[in-house]
Nanobody, 123 residues
């Protein structure tokens, strides 16, 4: 049984940083595609960052490029999202997603999802 558990969310002021973690069990994070999504109240879920090939290939939404970094510790089977220079518009619930199919778009229908962790950025 696959389980993705996010942690690291919290409340910070604008300009601050947070590091989200996603610990996987029953799934190997270096396989296929791993990604972070977020959803703010009243808004659609959006892709934030994706990674292929154990984290060697990464993609970012334009809104977070240069501020967020997706990475993986394959030995710990954990996905990370380092978020710097946070803005109030980054406030959302952040979700980890995993899919075993390699290649294709990182903005895809993912097979597995975590329950999310809340990030709140105040101005």
């Amino acid at each position: 049984q696959v389980e993705l558990v996010e942690s690291g969310g919290g409340s910070v002021q604008a300009g601050g940083s947070l590091r989200l973690s996603c610990k996987a069990s029953g799934y190997i994070v270096r396989a296929g595609c791993m990604a972070w999504f977020r959803q703010a109240p009243g808004k659609e879920r959006e892709g934030v960052a994706g990674a292929f090939s154990g984290g060697d290939i990464t993609y970012y939404a334009d809104s977070v490029k240069g501020r967020f970094t997706i990475s993986q510790d394959n030995a710990q089977n954990t996905l990370y999202l380092q978020m710097n220079s946070l803005k109030p518009e980054d406030t959302a619930r952040y979700y980890c997603a995993a899919d075993p199919v390699p290649g294709g778009s990182w903005r895809r229908t993912f097979a597995y999802w975590g329950r999310g962790t809340q990030v709140t950025v105040s101005s």
